[in-house]
């Protein structure tokens, strides 16, 4: 699946550009070529799966979540001439109360803990506008009320957004950004609201510089969402689904090991507690799974890591007794969700020195702190004692941001989970391996059937094969969830990077196209991530052409081996060079991490064309590869496997350094009909051939009859 | 020639990682992947020539200058036992003396225009220390006197020495920096002198702030250089070479056209004037070039642009009648090379805004400016007027340093005639084509006879080799000096990256090795900088699959095409790739910009493993492409071209931008003996035969006898 700036128009895609846990895209302070650089932005884009609309907590897999959310942006999300005005209405009087007195209020797409997909009971600001679209920001003052979202979703929101809302085309020249708005359209010295839970600390910081230009004030309204209160009875119940323990067998190190490990990067910081907020980390740390959310095995909570004492901060009724003995013997205590600001104000009074990050952690849990630890430091004062000079200082070495931290006892690093989750233990790559050798099996059969299907000229369309990709799947051993909405698309459609088909609008699949298909699958052991392009009929010579250029690009960065410690944008020409010898290039990323059973995106490394993430590649982190040329209203290709970084031998090692390169995990066959054998060096072909002979070594075991001819015929040497 | 970086060991490499001319490479404020970050370092590393000896200019071309270095490093150097005891005792006598008063002295390599190449007269640190080599700080103070330079002059410190002086390993573990060191030994509260000329007012604030931390002062004695009253009525002359017009031929723009652009570049960024301290931008703006230092044909001088003035600071007698007028029509007035600083105090007395680009200009210019600065708003403020409102905000869009500039008139910003230098114009190109013919007709030349002398057995020394191949191009027309020093290594000196070779230690050019020959040449209309590696017996397996490699990396980026607006280093990793494969690197940049009859290093851009310069390559560029690889004691090779950077026309044009390639400009065959064509692939066969067919074309015409069959024998088919 491309990852997240794969998924922007040009210009948003600046704000995503590290994926979603990757370093914010800061002004570098570089003196020369500063046009290159993009405005800072630190606002992370989710993807928000569209709103189901019966009220039901997402209980339910994701893939029967799909059927329903294909079948119409219905009830609880406002369509054209429906209640929207009422919602406005009631927001506006809710502006106006006296306990709340703001001029303007923002309902972001987010949830508390910055995740890509999330509950339906967060799915605010598609409640309140109608617009079900993954990214959207909404504001509403007291006389206007403007939706921004980008160019994947413009049509999609002038469709849905009523006559009460303006759409902001972001990336449009001319096109404000929300604060740059709010300082046009209100008088100086307003008051903007926001749920402070739903903004990142580092988020918030820069909205509050933002608007201070015109003495604006940010209100962070914290005991009250704004839209939850008119959402009333009808809002969604939060997820209550049951958790459970993630075997040592996948997860490899146990739960005691990794929060030594925590505790030992605790001490070398100097610091005495961290809060993890991203829930992939969480799971990761505690070695749990649930099912809150589509595709991504996670679970509402907060976790926080003493010196001497975790806690885990969730819905008691999700943990079963075999997850509280799992969490006994490992130490960690049990609180409700909800409990997290006065725990954490309990540490700012204990005068703790707190691990905060602030690109993920939400501005409620920062500014309790903040205000605790202040309230603290004066009565402290008061008693003729002196605290909180431990504080850390805004130091770029640890990453800290521009954050007054000389007042609080804060350090606000990178999470210590970030990279230690990244870089894969044998027991969680053994998994992967495995997993993705099953998910090859379902993916042959799959392609099996498809290809006869319309051998056959039976009528399919993008979404049927997508569901019938999901049984081949559903199928095999481990089986859980899809890992992100399956993209099929056919002819054009695939040439939208995004495409999400519905059922009441999608393609039929056939045989004068090529047809792009994205999908991955959560397992108990491992999650996939796989694009595969095809024809069923007779390739152009220009699709061919453009294929076996992006499949150059594969081959070269699949093939590259680099010196430790290279950032992964260094290694992105690769897949790029053999489409800029034509004038041709893509405008995503080409690799993104995956987590092992977790989240399909994760960082902290990226392969990117932009050069902001200098995380090196590690031995033990998965990415995908992923070029793709994509020709407008034409067709859409993309090949992606993942790949683990590995060390390689070799007979040099100049510098003493060690060298990695990659191992394949995903063993699916790559149309050869769509190579154009002309353009290939002989060791491209060879790596062809040899890539074939180990996908039938490895995938023909798990078939027979049918997908075993398949796979025999689609491996054979070029 | 390699870039600077390559001359440098690793940890220093960071210092210099952008040419002479690139950004600073400043800490990114990112959060991840700190650890890939070198500290910010703003000192430029320039390559001092070694003392001549005899007090004399350097009027004599660089050859001849090389000669007499080579001889030995003798009077004005002091040697180990001479008269160094003398020189530390009267510089201490001169820290004591009231009128000075300061605990220690700094003297680094510098001119004051942070040249590359400097006069013999500003050779301080040489003199002082009596070490030669290029790079290097002296500190005395009181009681102590140490001398920091890198791996490359280690042992050369050794012996250069005396015992009076600490040697600093720069770059080794423990080794304190020069403000770390002071820091160390000095009492609290200690002045710390430097000449304000020799630092740039970037490295000068660097300076004052890191021995803030122990309450130094950094004193700037502007007035007095203390090493030039020691050196007294001994020390060289300062270069009184005559100046010459740049025709417009050459030049292809004239002066008024270059003074209209700078001067709508004040318009644009609301300034009154600029001060060029850069040698070879104030002689590419007024179309001149001198001879004042070896192998840069600049002359020393600044030049100060205002919105309808021009004036030239430089020593009267160097400007002929010619010149003159030349200067005349183009509304240039002169003014006497030492009048710059009371022109500066000047313009600020005028309220002046003024454009400074602090990396480059000294200390004593900004410092100056910034003093009559608040002189003249104290006095306005008395007068009960106001100024000084439109100073610049410290602003990272426009490149401002970090420098306290709210209180002065001055935009501290990248030198406007840096890019303006740097995209060469047609005639610029034409110059550079016309004078690569005939440079390569040269080397043709030398090698057909250096292959003949080597078959005879004839003993030639590294040294005799480099002499001949300047006759040689001593005979082509236009030609003016080296472009720098050559670097001739046979065998295991190949592998020496910043190799001098000097008569009495040098090796003979045999054929039992590797023999790595990098030289570039002066012309009237261009600049050159060549490396070729040659095997005149018969190369091992080893050495051929290194040099196929680094062929292959040569060739990979030599065919590069890529988006108009990619910085230089993402291409950097396409010439490492090969090398990389089988676990080998080389320690510098792979290429770097080139002047057009001016400075053989030049920036902004760079193609470099560094990824601070965010510089893009442009259309009119010129860069070196060298990458290259030394096995330690065995021997060395690069393989080096000049490129230009056309824009190339392709089927397609995605994302409606231009996209760029390389136009090569050097002609000179690459060695057929030394390709291991089994690691070839065809389309690299067919680059180095399309290559070889266009030097036989292109260089032919130019030769006869002996070196066109030569020709002939070297540009045969593989």
Sequence with gaps: MAIEAARLSP??????????????????????ALPLLLPPRRRRLCFLAAAGGDGRAVALPSSELRKRRGGASSSSSAAPGGGEDEKLRSLRRLLARPDVAIDAYI?????????????????????????????????????????WTDGRYFLQAEKELSHDWTLMRSGNQGVPTTSEWLNEVLPSGCRVGIDPFLFSFDAAEELKDAISEKNHELVLIKDLNLVDEIWGESRPEPPKEQTRVHGIKYAGVDVPSKLSFVRSQLAENGCNAVVISLLDEVAWLLNMRGSDVPNSPVFYSYLIVEDTAATLFVDNNKVSEDVLEHLEKAGVKLKPYEAILSDVERLAENGAKLWLDSSSINAAIVNVFRSSCERYVKKRGKAGRQIGKESSQGDPATGSSGVQNGTVNALYKVSPATLAKAVKNEAEVEGMKSSHLRDAAALAEFWCWLEGQVRESVPLTEVQVAEKLLEFRQKQDGFIDTSFDTISGYGANGAIIHYRPTPESCSSVGSDN??????????????????????????????????????????????????????GFVLDVLARSSLWKIGLDYRHGTGHGVGAALNVHEGPQSISYRYGNLTALQKGMIVSNEPGYYEDNSFGIRIENLLLVKEVNLPNSFGGVSYLGFEKLTFVPIQSKLVDLSLLSPSEINWINEYHDEVWEKVSPLLSGHSLDWLRKNTRPL
Tied chains: 1, 2.
Excluded: N
Excluded at 11 to 32: F, Q, T, Y
Excluded at 117 to 146: P, W
């Design 11 to 32: 210009s948003l895609a600046a704000a995503a550009i590290l994926g979603r846990r990757g370093a914010p895209p800061a002004a570098l302070p570089l003196r020369r």
């Design 107 to 147: 309902v972001p797409s987010q949830d508390a803990h910055q995740s890509e997909f999330i509950a339906e009971c967060f799915m605010r600001r598609a409640y309140l506008t109608g617009f079900t679209g993954s990214a959207g920001t909404a504001v509403v003052t007291k006389d206007k009320a403007a939706l």
């Design 514 to 567: 090529l047809f792009l298909l994205d999908s991955g699958a959560q397992y108990i052991d491992g999650t996939t991530d796989i694009t595969r392009t095809v024809h069923f009929g007779e390739p152009t010579p220009r699709q061919k052409e453009c294929f076996t250029r992006v499949l150059q690009g594969h081959i070269a960065l699949d093939q590259a081996v680099f010196p430790e410690r290279t950032p």
